[in-house]
């Protein structure tokens, strides 16, 4: 009996646009998670871009017990096609329908995670 493969959902953010409307696997953005993790644990990981959100969001689809080593690729990205970027991840997942709610309804308004102002109570 064959067994399915089950997926995480990992967000993530750029500090600069990057192409992510070509979901080939010779897009930049997968060039790089495979040049930080090594060919191998890329190919184990099978990162798909699953959703863009605007030229700086998107969801990468990963196999289960892989997204650490994509979370890790993520942060260790210094330049995408020679111009310096930083990638941030905001979120993981087992279902792309829990990140999708989590994306700001206007892209490019995050105003950060909401938090109860500081009371103090001395």
């Given at each position: ?20 409307a ?37 969801i ?63």
């Amino acid at each position: 009996m064959l067994r399915r493969n089950k997926y995480r959902y990992v967000m993530a953010e750029s500090s600069i646009p990057i192409d992510t409307a070509n979901p080939s696997p010779s897009n930049e953005l997968l060039n790089e998670i495979s040049k930080a993790i090594g060919d191998i644990s890329y190919l184990e990981a099978k990162p798909r871009i699953a959703y863009s959100a605007g030229s700086n969001r998107f969801i990468l689809k990963v196999r289960r017990g892989h997204e650490a080593r994509i979370v890790l690729a993520l942060a260790l990205i210094r330049s995408i096609n020679g111009r310096r970027c930083a990638i941030y991840t905001t979120g993981v997942s087992g279902t792309i329908k829990k990140l999708k709610a989590a994306i700001p309804a206007q892209t490019g308004s995050h105003d950060g995670p909401k938090t109860a102002p500081f009371v103090d109570k001395a």
